[in-house]
């Protein structure tokens, strides 16, 4: 019996330490709405896409908000002056008109009242009826000379609650025997307006019979761990299935319109209205726009009801620091982050995580007029670095306030307690296997300017200890220690650190890790990381090496797993080649350089001089300047041919060779032509002569 005791009272710790901080509507939903409501050219899709993107504008308070008036008027003035409309889009018309105002007069209003009057005479569904009533009581707000009223309005709320359901569901049709959370809802918002245009009281037994259908509905409620209520959609049906955020949106939509204008007293339970309040900013910021608007739109209704306004206890943060004497903030809004009426918070308990004791403080926090936050100026003496559940409780003054307001009693927050760590008694050794003597011993340097160089075999063991003591000189048991052993083959190997008692350590026989460590001899980095949440010092520390002398491997022992390649080291950038020339070398004289220089140029001065000694006839040259210039280029390209032979006999290939040759070739043919066609030109003229 005992042991089943411990585990229930380990699995109720456990509970407890998952409660949640839900934080009133910010300036994040605002940023998320901008971009997710953005309308193409001017416009949304549909009216019930601009009603819906229009109300969470003003919910939220935008006031810089995309121009969409004029072509959601255009709409707007469309839909209703259409002969032919359908209920559903009237409506959507008529909600989106009721923000934008647009030019639409009291004829046109009475005119569609009047049609909405007849079609209540041939509703068959729920939906027809909502769109109806709810069309009627939008011209109400709209056109308040129109006559709206309805002459029979018992009738048609006899019908609506003919749809209902024992467990305090509706049904869409008489047709339909499937009851649904979301049709509920959309079944009192309709009720709700039916009151509101009741020509005479409504009957009130009628009236009761509705309240105690929400009793029913709110009756059946789900739960979550973290004190969020919901109601889930059970319905599958040709309409889809509806989210548990929508059914529990349009309930409580219905619930709070229904209590606003039925002017009854309504006991609803705090909790669970807390509790759903909980659950629609649990949902954190939707991705899409109609999750978006269901949230907002719920969180409104509760924001401006008569019968039951949440108000939400949140922390701006929920980590407290010792180190820094951090002081404890406690922020109390309603859930649009409005100003909470005149109350004080009250310290009631704190749980730490892990253990069954509670302390009982029962301490009012100090209210901070100026920043709107109630303050513990300092977190009791005994607690140490840590995660905490304190329990806090919301007391309004105004005695009236609290058939208002919902406060849902005791509210638990978990509040992480951070410290700075001592490390103390760090020890690294090498011990003998077989009399445990500690051959080697080092006092771990934890600053990392200093790294131990170890040595072993495999008859030896590795030792490594060390002492967390927190800021109130505890033991401290951090959530994670481990010791990793990183071969220079790149092979890891981790092992948790033990905790015994006040004492981590661990030992390493590598006689029996051997076949774990694949008889991979070698040097060995080692590394020691302790982290925790509450750790304002958690470390990863390199500690040194140790060179492992480990036995040959036997021919069936298990191999190193290959290691993955790092892509960077084959495909990145690779090391810098740097070129170390040749000095060069001690140049000749100048004087010498030009007499050498004279010498060479002496065979071709001699060149030039023994062709005119021998009188070469150079007569026929060509003297004009076109020819001239043909008859030297022919020389030249002869000349750079030669020069190519010569280039091929020392370094040219023939692909290269040849090519080249081509282009002296086409060249060649081209000038020696125009030369010869002189010399031609010439002859003939010197033989008529």
Request: charged fraction near 20%; hydrophobic fraction near 45%; aromatic fraction near 8%.
């Amino acid at each position: 019996m005992g042991k089943y005791l411990g585990i229930l009272i380990v699995a109720l710790c456990t509970l407890i330490c998952e409660a949640a901080i839900f934080r009133p509507i910010s300036d994040s939903h605002r940023s998320a709405a901008l971009e997710l409501l953005t309308p193409k050219d001017g416009s949304f899709t549909s009216l019930k896409e601009t009603f819906e993107a229009l109300r969470i504008f003003k919910v939220l308070g935008i006031g810089h908000q995309p121009n969409i008036k004029a072509k959601a008027c255009k709409s707007v003035v469309d839909t209703v002056r259409s002969p032919f409309f359908e209920l559903k889009d009237l409506f959507q018309a008529l909600r989106v008109n009721g923000i934008l105002k647009c030019e639409l007069n009291e004829e046109t209003f009475a005119g569609i009242a009047s049609r909405l009057k007849d079609s209540m005479n041939t509703a068959s569904s729920l939906l027809d009826y909502y769109y109806s009533v709810g069309s009627l009581a939008l011209i109400k707000g709209q056109a308040s000379e129109v006559d709206v009223q309805l002459g029979g309005a018992d009738s048609v709320f006899r019908a609506i609650k003919a749809l209902s359901q024992s467990d305090g569901r509706w049904r869409y049709s008489s047709n339909n025997p499937e009851s649904s959370t979301f049709a509920a809802g959309i079944a009192l918002e309709s009720l709700a307006g039916v009151i509101s245009l009741a020509s005479s009281e409504i009957d009130h037994s009628l009236i009761s019979l509705v309240k105690n259908d929400i009793s029913k509905l709110l009756d059946g409620v789900e739960k979550y761990d973290d004190g969020t209520y919901y109601l889930d959609e059970k319905l599958v049906d040709a309409r889809g299935l509806q989210s548990p955020l929508s059914a529990s949106s349009a309930v409580v939509r219905g619930i709070t319109a229904f209590a606003t204008t039925s002017n009854e007293d309504f006991n609803l339970p705090g909790d669970k209205i807390l509790g759903l309040a909980r659950f629609f900013l649990g949902v954190g910021i939707p991705g899409n726009a109609e999750d978006l608007f269901y949230q907002l739109d719920a969180l409104d209704s509760l924001e401006n009801n008569r019968v039951s306004i949440p108000l939400i206890l949140s922390l701006p943060t929920a980590v407290i620091s010792l180190t820094r004497r951090d002081q404890l903030k406690v922020n109390v809004n309603t859930v649009l982050g409005s100003a909470a009426p005149s109350l004080s918070v009250k310290l009631k308990q704190i749980f730490s995580c892990g253990s069954k004791d509670a302390s009982i403080i029962d301490q009012d926090l100090k209210f901070d007029p100026e920043n709107a936050v109630h303050l513990l100026d300092a977190l009791p003496e005994y607690i140490d670095a840590g995660r905490y559940i304190f329990t806090l409780e919301i007391v309004l003054h105004n005695p009236d306030d609290k058939k208002i307001y919902a406060t849902g009693g005791r509210t638990k927050i978990s509040i992480y307690v951070t410290g700075f760590i001592e490390v103390d008694h760090a020890d690294v050794a090498v011990l003998d296997s077989d009399l445990g003597n500690v051959e080697t011993e080092n006092r771990v340097d934890l600053s990392g300017e200093k790294t131990h160089s170890l040595s072993a075999n495999h008859l030896q063991k590795l030792q490594l200890s060390f002492q967390l003591i927190s800021p109130l000189g505890h033991a401290f048991k951090p959530h994670q220690a481990f010791l990793k052993l990183t071969h220079e083959s790149k092979v890891e190997h981790i092992f948790v650190v033990g905790n015994s008692g006040k004492k981590f350590e661990i030992i390493l026989d590598f006689l029996g890790l051997v076949e774990k460590f694949f008889y991979l001899s070698g040097r060995y980095d080692i590394q020691l990381t302790v982290g925790d949440a509450v750790m304002e010092n958690s470390f990863f520390l390199h500690l040194g090496s140790i060179e492992l002398d480990l036995p040959e491997p036997p021919g069936k022992a298990a191999r190193s797993p290959p290691q993955p390649i790092d892509p960077a080291s084959r495909f990145g950038p690779k090391a810098e080649i740097s070129h170390i020339f040749r000095a060069p070398e001690k140049r000749s004289p100048k004087e010498l350089s030009l007499t050498f220089l004279a010498l060479v140029l002496l065979p071709f001065v001699g060149f030039l001089m023994g062709l005119l000694r021998l009188q070469v006839n150079l007569k026929n040259f060509p003297k004009a300047s076109a020819s001239a210039t043909f008859s030297i280029l022919f020389h030249l390209g002869i000349a750079a041919v030669l020069t190519l032979y010569l280039l091929f006999w020392l370094k040219l290939n023939l692909f290269t060779t040849l090519k080249t040759l081509g282009f002296l070739g086409i060249f060649l043919m081209f000038v020696g032509h125009r030369t010869l066609a002189y010399l031609a030109s010439s002859s003939a003229k010197l033989k008529s002569a």
